[in-house]
């Protein structure tokens, strides 16, 4: 298993190769889920576990500003030629290797399977934030700009097609 300090590292690393940015990740021990905000993109990434009653998941959550950022460099566009599917495929793809670090907190050969990245609203995202365990919860703020990482084990309040 990773350590902490391992984990924060190839966070800060992959936001740094997808965004071209410098932001550096750091484990929230015992903290709350993040508050988020309607302007907030909210992406959650479903994983089977081999204990089919329980499910785990990967949730990432983003300021608006970071959101485009992200888009605008993934798709090579200015923010202002940007649509709203360019930033949720942006954000869906950066949930996805996010997720590859955070399945090492899980307990050892406790992973089955790895379903898609989903956008969620607010209110969805509230109910599984609030339903949830939070193993892990990375977070690199700047200023008003928020990109969180979270590790839910177990996941719970998810439902699939539950998008925005």
Same mark, same amino acid.
């Given at each position: #298993?990773?350590?902490?300090?391992?984990?924060?590292?190839? @966070?800060?690393?992959?936001?740094?190769?997808?965004?071209?940015e410098?932001?550096t990740?750091?484990?929230?021990?015992?903290?709350?889920?993040?508050?988020?905000?309607?302007?907030?993109?909210?992406?959650? $990434?479903? $994983?089977? $576990?081999?204990?089919?009653?329980?499910?785990?998941?990967?949730?990432?959550?983003?300021?608006?500003?970071?959101?485009?950022?992200?888009a605008?460099? #993934? /798709?090579? &566009?200015?923010?202002?030629?940007?649509? =709203?599917?360019d930033?949720?495929?942006? +954000?869906?793809?950066a949930?996805?290797? /996010?997720s590859? +670090?955070?399945?090492? %907190?899980?307990? +050892?050969?406790?992973?089955? *399977?790895?379903? $898609?990245p989903?956008? #969620?609203? &607010? *209110?969805?995202?509230?109910?599984?934030? @609030?339903?949830?365990g939070i193993?892990?919860? /990375?977070e690199?703020?700047? =200023?008003n700009?928020?990109?969180?990482?979270? @590790? /839910?084990?177990? #996941?719970?309040? %998810?439902?699939?097609?539950?998008?925005?």
């Amino acid at each position: #298993m990773l350590q902490p300090h391992e984990i924060e590292a190839r @966070l800060s690393s992959i936001w740094e190769a997808l965004a071209r940015e410098s932001r550096t990740f750091r484990l929230v021990v015992n903290g709350p889920g993040t508050a988020t905000a309607e302007g907030d993109r909210r992406i959650v $990434l479903p $994983l089977g $576990l081999d204990d089919a009653s329980r499910r785990a998941g990967v949730a990432l959550v983003i300021s608006r500003e970071d959101a485009e950022t992200l888009a605008s460099v #993934m /798709f090579d &566009l200015e923010p202002a030629e940007l649509s =709203q599917s360019d930033i949720d495929d942006a +954000c869906a793809e950066a949930c996805n290797v /996010f997720s590859g +670090c955070l399945v090492e %907190y899980l307990p +050892c050969g406790n992973l089955a *399977d790895i379903g $898609l990245p989903e956008a #969620m609203a &607010l *209110d969805g995202y509230r109910l599984v934030s @609030l339903a949830s365990g939070i193993r892990a919860l /990375f977070e690199a703020r700047e =200023q008003n700009r928020k990109l969180v990482v979270i @590790l /839910f084990d177990p #996941m719970s309040g %998810y439902e699939p097609g539950g998008a925005v």
